[in-house]
T-cell receptor, first 113, second 112 residues
Framework: AAGVIQSPRHLIKEKRETATLKCYPI?????VYWYQQGPGQDPQFLIS???????DKGSIPDRFSAQQFSDYHSELNMSSLELGDSALYFC????????????FGPGTRLTVL | DQQVKQNSPSLSVQEGRISILNCDYT??????FLWYKKYPAEGPTFLIS?????DKNEDGRFTVFLNKSAKHLSLHIVPSQPGDSAVYFC???????????FGKGTRLHILP
């Protein structure tokens, strides 16, 4: 069965650079969620989109923005990268805004040098 | 402030024995609790859940117990198998449609 696809799987950037992470939800899923998991930390909810509109906002820094496109894929744009942004970024998707029925992607590991 | 706490970063259990993973929460508004399992290089996978109207939910080898008065839940795996070696995240939300708050996870090692 198709799963959530995230690209790239690994990304290395310098401080103050920008990064774009992509998420392709499971086919027919209309809701996408983004999480950030720092080293040794719990996954922190960043933001979610339902039917291409932002539906919930968590602890997403102002330097980050995200959107969901007409094909339901989502992109997380991160600017002015800081060392503390180094983390594993998970995307999840669901059919409808049901947090408890999310399917997670494998994550993108971002390293900021 | 950590609303969902998993105080054991790691746990080692002999194969065939029972694994018990514990989780505490502070927010009395939490109404729905979940356990996720995560292998390296993969995203978390939903394992089992329980709503606050129940105190036990069982699915095969996995049982989750909820003690609302103590704000404590536990995941029992019996018998433990080598494939159970993974990181287990406890998570909670105010309802099925609300944001999930994760704990930091417990790494379970099943010893041969």
């Amino acid at each position: 069965a198709a799963g959530v696809i995230q690209s790239p799987r690994h990304l290395i950037k310098e401080k103050r650079e920008t990064a774009t992470l992509k998420c392709y939800p499971i086919p027919r899923h209309d809701t996408v969620y983004w999480y950030q998991q720092g080293p040794g930390q719990d996954p922190q909810f960043l933001i979610s989109f339902y039917e291409k509109m932002q539906s919930d906002k968590g602890s997403i820094p102002d330097r980050f923005s995200a959107q969901q496109f007409s094909d339901y894929h989502s992109e997380l744009n991160m600017s002015s990268l800081e060392l503390g942004d180094s983390a594993l970024y998970f995307c999840a998707s669901s059919l409808g805004r049901l947090y408890n029925e999310q399917f997670f992607g494998p994550g993108t590991r971002l390293t900021v040098l | 402030d950590q609303q969902v706490k998993q105080n054991s970063p790691s746990l080692s259990v002999q194969e065939g024995r029972i694994s018990i993973l514990n989780c505490d929460y502070t927010n009395s508004m939490f109404d729905y609790f979940l356990w996720y399992k995560k292998y390296p290089a993969e995203g978390p996978t939903f394992l089992i859940s329980i709503s606050s109207i129940k105190d036990k939910n069982e699915d095969g080898r996995f049982t989750v117990f909820l003690n609302k008065s103590a704000k404590h839940l536990s995941l029992h795996i019996v018998p433990s198998q080598p494939g159970d070696s993974a990181v287990y995240f406890c998570a909670a939300s105010r309802n099925r449609d609300d944001k999930i708050i994760f704990g930091k996870g417990t790494r379970l090692h099943i010893l041969p």
